[in-house]
Every structure is written in structure tokens, then in C-alpha cells.
């Protein structure tokens, strides 16, 4: 009992420091740690089960639009990201590039070695993104506007050598979905990459219970090969922005740049068009810096691997099977309703450890169930949102966890929109702008001239970024705040992780 | 029209050249084919929906025993694999080595180069198996027997360094999954791998149909770092064994190797045992040359990404609409009862063309509608398995569609469970071997005297490998085939991809 409870309790406060906060949670609520190999996490079974939830769903999402899975390989030859001349500088730079094909054991008896006579013709680079394998591939795919168009998605891992790393948020390797689609015009690939920006969207907040803005990124923070980047953008609840998933526009450049041409209907051979979009296990951060607080991980019902928890309280044997009868079955009764549940039966821990252990887990909801309990017909149910408790009749308990469930999914989304909406500030002088970031943080709308020279000595002086161009937003004359040129549209700028 | 026909009609036959039948089967069904990185696949849409069939199935299995999934990272630092000393022998060989973590524009400008600045302290070992870096981290995660057992499953892609490849049988890169599990007792390690052992054979036989034996490796062909391989082998329709499966008893080697011990109930302190076991996208492999012919693809029901396709037959447009519309009712029918099934009302292809392509591509059960079936209230209904057709009353086609998905399963099975029964030959001399190897192939049972020079010889005289001792062989006197010493058991024998 004594261990967790007092972890529970040394759990650092948000207000103290956020960013240990975080830290902490992530390790303590099992959700993930750091492996012995640099910037690469090992995600333990809760945090997976929780990236499981999330990919079943974007998995059903994906399609019902239509969208097949495929697998792409690993590797990527080097000469591969020269061909796109704005991805190889975004992407090919910081990589882990394979170099050799074989050890052996070193002659002087100290061990292994590289075998320098299976040095690799040309390197290899781990993917950190596959655009350029993958129309490599869709030159053989597509001939007629028969093939077209193509909608895959590939699951995989992915590597992006990081100097700095943080459990999900930015790791050297981590799991993630990339979509990449070949159209016949246009405006379809446009129409794609919205409809997946809002896939995301939608995902995002009927799902994760997490509040986005739709935008379009600026030119400089653009994926590197796109023409357009769709993105969501999430507020954490220290006032920094999270980038939560991007869909690009990408024109004819990787069509061009691996010859992929497809007849038309009318007989006439043009360039296919592109989109690529792609979340990753970073939403997990999202979904911990969102919702969580100082008793530890707080999450929504529809992504909780377990929504229910039943604990049983006794004295002695008989109270024991007594109450873990009925508790199984309460256990049948939810699961008719299709609620997950666990019945934690184990009598190594009390009680008390149990109720700080699905607390720091974030449990949605918490029954226990005791003698006197079966003797009133009640239960004590607890829910993990407002960390308040009611006492429910036996007879309902399923339809009634049903309802808390729909009601605990509501109120994250709203208490973080609410958060949000509290946190987007009109500013209309950069003097104004730097206060309002320091004192408060947040979403700042101001009006931008456009150019990248501004946007970069706004990142520079503090370290503010365009988040994005809203999609809603709506015309209106103003000028920049830090050029005092005109504008007519507000911009959406925040720190960001 | 004409393309796919031909195709179908050029497809080698399993009689001229096995090998190539299966090569061009692979491409032509669209499952997979040579991306530009040697030795690495793309796993194209179809094959891909047949590996998530199987994950599905699988993953549902583990989870039922327990098992929950995790994941950890692709790299591993090379010392790592020094630490148990037969493991490093058989795994840290032929691998991909990461070495630098950098490129860089050339000075010169003829393109991106490596970064002698950047290299690794220590190499990196893109996982081939992932025994060691997870019992590193077993280490963090086990200190006592409230701990255990620990059982783990990780859906991975690993890299093993492959000069000849072949589609899904031996590629450098490939799927799988590999369970790492941990125990209090050598017992409860024991049972756990031949339990998974039976769960490989139960998903093999019941959902690929696929019969397989289920046995033990000789010491030589064990997994290395194993002290027991459990396996279970098929037989392909060109006689050849297939290895579908392994699970591995490791004792306390790992353990020992990275310093994993706990404390016992009793207090004392002991190493843990440990089991892994994995199958992966190499049943693909095995499925095809189980089930498929010289028409193409045959794919059983419980694993067909479609279980059963439509295909509507006319002249006109007031034709093709009046069949899609009866087609659209029989479609909803059929998913009530949860199968598979697609409507193919493409006007792009003539219904000949679409025959072969769902008959290339193992279709269980084909059915097609035309305007003469919605008068005389019937339709035609194919089956792949059997290449018949049969008329079946229209209002019973739902029933009658599950009952033939239900017995196409079964005599997938039992067509290939009558092949390899006439295809297992009792031996008793080394002539006879030799012979029956050559003329008949097939698994040969014979008496074997127990050592691995005898077993080597004979790998050498005859390619055969001992493929396992049976779980269900009996005890019975006899005289190795070979060396004419004493055995008290036959062992299978054959030649295996």
C-alpha cells in the first residue's frame, strides 16, 4: 500500500513543473520509458493499449473514405531523397543511415565488429517518411485514370535522428500512420487532403476529447515537398500549442520527381496529383497534456483500455467471495452494455493502493463494492474527471455507468474547449503580443503581413510560431503587428511543442 | 477483357515449374512484389488485407491467453548481442548495421554524402529479433514474483540480411509478431511454449487451414539461445516442408545474460524463465502453396479479405441497373449474416474479365446475377475450391452461402490434409531415403541415431533437415537409418523452404 500511494502523492504539481509533471506521469502511469538505445522509448502495454484504441479507430475511419493499408519497406536508398529537391533538405538530413550488412567477430578476439567488406553500395536511410519509396513504387501502379484514384495507408515505424527527446512528443523512433493518395486533378487532391485534415479533426474531438483548430500552415512551416499543409492544432493546458496531425497538398512534385504519368480519360498523359497526411503515438502526449491533472492521467472513455473498475472491500474470506460474486455479476452486466471493465480480485493489495492505482492510471470510472454495500442494494461509484463519488442503486448500475461514461466523455471536451476558448487572445501590437504570451500563453490572433521575414523575427524575438491560418477565420482588414504592413486576415501564433 | 485473361491463361503451371508458378502467382494475384531496396517487399493492398486477417485472428488468441502487446525499439546497440553468447552467433550476422545518424550536402555538389561527423559511438543493429533489448529492459520491470509472469507480444517488422529473397518465404525485412514472456518456474516457462506452440497450430489448421505437425527442433536447428524449439511444419504441394512456426523454451540464458532475477515467494533470489515464439507474414507464403492452383490464388474463407464477390451480367443500362439493384438486396442479406462481400459494378470490365481476376485472386465463392436470374428467381453460384457452379434459389442464398464458406474451410483442410497423409513415407534405409527424397518428396519418417554428425551428413548427402521430432510419436526400436545405431523414436525428415 505504502508505494503507490506515496508515488501518487510525489507526483510534481502541474503548477510547480509542468514539464516534470509530464515527465513523471508518463513513467508512472506505465504508459512508457526510455530504452537504453538514444531517444528511442519502449511504449509499455497501458500506453499501447491506449495507441491500440487509437489506431482501430483512425483504422475504421480511414476506410469507410475508402482507404486500403499497405506495407512499404523499411529502408530507403539514398539517391531516393535527392529526387524531390525541398524534401531531401526537411528530411534526409538528421537520419540513421545503414552503411553495412554484416558483423563478424573482431580477429583479436575483442568481440564484434562492422565487417568493412560488406559496406553497402549505396547507404540506406531508415525512413522518416516514405513519399519518396513509395511513388518510387506507384510509377509501376499507375497508368490509366483507371488505377486512379489510389488511397493507401501504411502503419509503421519511423525514425528522425532528435538531439532532444521527450517520451512521445519527440522521439527518435516512433509509430505512426502515413497516408499517401495519387489523384487524376487537382481539386481532388485538394479535397482529399481536407477530408483527412477533418478525419483528423473529428477524430480528435469526438474521440480523444480533444478541442483543434483547422488551419493551413504558412509557407515556412510546411511539410517539405507539400504546395498546402492542412493541420490540426491542439492547446495543452500550460499554454503551448501541440501540432496533432497534418495532411499535405502535394502537387505534381513527387510525380514529377519519380516520372508517375497517368492517361486521362481524353487520351492525354499528365503527372499524377498527390496528398500525404499522418498522425503518430505524439497524440498520446496530446492526450496527457490535455486532460490530466495532479493525481495523475485522466482519460476519455472511448480510448480507456479499461472505462470501469470494480474493487472489491472485505475483511475476511467470506467477505471476499461474497463481494467478488457480485462483483462478477456486475461485470457481465456492463459488458452486455459493451463497457470495458476489470474486476481487480488480486489480495496482495488493500483497497487503498487500488484506488490510487486506477487514479494515477486515469480510469474513468471506479466501483467499489463492499459488504454492506450488497446489504443496501448501492454501490459507490467514483468518477475520475471531477474525482467526486455518488452512491448508485444496484439495479441500475449498468444503464446508469452507461450514462456517466457518454457524460464523462462530454465534460473533457468541453472543460478543455472551455480552457481554449479562455485562452485565444485578439492582440493588435506586438507589445501586446509579448505580454499576453508571457503572462498567459495560449492561442494569439493577430494580424500578419504574410511574409516570411516577419513571421521569422516574431520566432526569433519570442519564440512564438504561426500555428496556423484558420480555416474559419474571417476576413477583416488590420495590420501586422510587427510590420505594421496591411493584412486582412488574423493568424493563429503560440509557442508549440 | 483480353489483358487479365491472359494473364490467368499464362500463368505457369505448378507442373512445368513450381518455383516460377509461385513468382508469378505472387505479382499477378497483386500480394506483393520487389520494391527498389534489395531484398525488401512492398506489400501491396491484398496481401496486406490477408495479414490483417491474420493479425486480427491472432492477436484475438494471444489477448484470450493473456498476452497484451508493447512495443520496443528497432535498434540495438550491438553489445547487446554479445551477451549471450549463442544467440549473437546466430542472429548479429547477416543485419542491417546503422552507423552514422547524418547527411550532408557534398562540398562538391554532386549530391548528399554521408557525415563522417556523425557517427555512432556504438553501432546500431536494426532489430532481427528483439530477445535482448526487451530482457534489458525486462530487467527495469521485474523484481519480484508479484511481477510475473510477464507476457508480452510485440507486432513488429524485423531485418535479417538475405542474399537470395523470395516473396513473403525469405525477404530481408518482414512482419511479424514475437512474444516475450517471463516466469517464476522452468514449469510454467515450459507450458507456456508449448502452449503457444498450440496456438500456432490451432490458428494454422482452424483459420488458414492448413494442417500442420506439431514437434520439437533437433538441437542443431534450434532458435539460438533456446533450449527447447518447439515448431509446426506444413507441406507445401510440391513436397517441400515449411516451417509455419516456432516457440522457444530459453531456460534462464537471457536472464542470466542480462541480469534479470527476482524474488521468490519463499524470498530467495533466482533467475527468470523465459519463453518467445513467433510467426510471421511468411504464412502468406505458406497459404499460397497450400491451397492456390494453376488458376491462381485460392484463399480460405476465414482469411479472404473477400469472402464472396458479385457480378452483375447485362446489355443495356436498364438491364445493369435492374441487376445492381437485386444485387445491392442480396449484398445487405448477406452482410446481415457477416460475410465478406463485394459488388463489383465497375462497366469499366466485362464480367469474363472480372471471372478470371476474382478466380486469379481466390475469391471463395463467386456469384452472378443477370436479368434471366431475377425472372426464374434463382442464380449461379461458383466456388473457387472446386471451380463447379451451381444454381440456387434466390430466397435461400444467404443460408446457402454460409454453409458453402463453412464447408469450403473444411475441405481446404482436408484436401490438404489428404495430400500430406499420402505424402508422409516410413523408411528404413538410407537407399529408401534417398529414393523416396527424390521420387516422392513429402515428409520421410525413419529412424535418426540422435547426434548431429549423423543429421549433418545427411543434410549434406541429401538437403533434407530433420524438420522435428513429433509430439505424438511413439516410442519404437529401431536402427538409424544412417549409422545403423539404436533409436527408440522416428523423427520427420524433409526438404524445407
Redesign the interface.
Known amino acids: 500500500m505504502p508505494i503507490l500511494q506515496a508515488m501518487g502523492k510525489n507526483l510534481t504539481t502541474r503548477t510547480e513543473d509542468y514539464s516534470k509533471w509530464y515527465n513523471e506521469l508518463v513513467v508512472k502511469a506505465d504508459l512508457a520509458?526510455n530504452?537504453?538505445?538514444r531517444g528511442?522509448?519502449?511504449?509499455?502495454?497501458y500506453g499501447?493499449?491506449i495507441?491500440?484504441k487509437m489506431q482501430a479507430e483512425l483504422d475504421r475511419m480511414f476506410k469507410e473514405t475508402g482507404h486500403?493499408?499497405?506495407?512499404?519497406?523499411?529502408?530507403?536508398?539514398?539517391?531516393?531523397?535527392?529526387k524531390e529537391a525541398s524534401h531531401?533538405d526537411g528530411f534526409?538530413?538528421?537520419?540513421?543511415?545503414?552503411?553495412?550488412?554484416?558483423?563478424?567477430n573482431a580477429e583479436d578476439g575483442s568481440?564484434?565488429i562492422?565487417d568493412p567488406d560488406a559496406k553497402l553500395e549505396e547507404?540506406?536511410?531508415?525512413r522518416p517518411t516514405s513519399e519518396t519509396?513509395i511513388w518510387?513504387?506507384y510509377r509501376?501502379w499507375i497508368q490509366s485514370y483507371?488505377d486512379l484514384p489510389l488511397l493507401?495507408n501504411q502503419w509503421?515505424?519511423v525514425?528522425r535522428?532528435e538531439m532532444r527527446t521527450r517520451l512521445f512528443l519527440r522521439t527518435s523512433?516512433f509509430?505512426w500512420q502515413e497516408g499517401h493518395t495519387a489523384h487524376a486533378t487537382k481539386q481532388e487532391a485538394l479535397e482529399e487532403a481536407e477530408q483527412m485534415m477533418n478525419i483528423y479533426a473529428d477524430f480528435a474531438e469526438n474521440f480523444m476529447a480533444i478541442p483543434v483548430i483547422k488551419g493551413t500552415k504558412t509557407e515556412s512551416e510546411r511539410f517539405a515537398g507539400a504546395l498546402e499543409t492542412y493541420c490540426i492544432e491542439a492547446l495543452m493546458q500550460d499554454g503551448k500549442a501541440l501540432q496533432a496531425g497534418t495532411s499535405h497538398f502535394l502537387g505534381q512534385n513527387f510525380a514529377k520527381a519519380f516520372d508517375v504519368k497517368f492517361t486521362a480519360q481524353d487520351g492525354k498523359l499528365d503527372y499524377v496529383w498527390a496528398t500525404s497526411w499522418g498522425v503518430s503515438t505524439r497524440l498520446i502526449g496530446a492526450l496527457i497534456m490535455t486532460h490530466s491533472d495532479d493525481k495523475g492521467l485522466v482519460i476519455p472513455p472511448n480510448l480507456a483500455p479499461d472505462q470501469v473498475v470494480i474493487i472489491p472491500i472485505y475483511r475476511d474470506v467470506e467477505q471476499y467471495n461474497a463481494v467478488c460474486d457480485e462483483a462478477e455479476i456486475i461485470v457481465k452486466e456492463l459488458r452486455t452494455k459493451g463497457i470495458r471493465v476489470k474486476l481487480d480480485k488480486r489480495d496482495?493489495q488493500k483497497p487503498g493502493w487500488k484506488f490510487n492505482e486506477y487514479e494515477l492510471k486515469g480510469v474513468p470510472v471506479r466501483i467499489a463494492i463492499g459488504p454492506k454495500d450488497i446489504e443496501s442494494k448501492t454501490l459507490e461509484v467514483a468518477r475520475r474527471d471531477m474525482l467526486t463519488k455518488e452512491i448508485i442503486s444496484r439495479d441500475t448500475i449498468a444503464e446508469k455507468v452507461e450514462l456517466l461514461l457518454a457524460e464523462i466523455q462530454k465534460n473533457l471536451y468541453q472543460k478543455a474547449l472551455n480552457y481554449r476558448k479562455t485562452h485565444i487572445t485578439d492582440v493588435n501590437t506586438f507589445e501586446e503580443f509579448k505580454e499576453i504570451l508571457e503572462s498567459k500563453g495560449g492561442f494569439i490572433r493577430a494580424h500578419w503581413d504574410g511574409t516570411t521575414e516577419t513571421e521569422e523575427q516574431i520566432k526569433n524575438l519570442t519564440k512564438a510560431t504561426i500555428r496556423c491560418i484558420p480555416m474559419d477565420g474571417k476576413q477583416e482588414s488590420g495590420i501586422c503587428i510587427f510590420s505594421g504592413k496591411p493584412s486582412n486576415k488574423r493568424v493563429l501564433f503560440a509557442k508549440a511543442y
Open positions: 520509458e530504452s537504453g538505445v528511442c522509448m519502449v511504449i509499455k502495454p499501447y493499449a495507441w491500440e486500403q493499408n499497405a506495407y512499404f519497406p523499411l529502408f530507403i536508398p539514398k539517391s531516393y531523397f535527392s531531401v534526409a538530413k538528421e537520419c540513421a543511415v545503414v552503411t553495412h550488412y554484416r558483423l563478424k568481440g564484434i562492422v547507404e540506406l536511410i531508415v519509396i518510387d513504387t509501376k483507371r493507401i509503421a515505424n525514425v535522428w523512433e509509430l496482495t
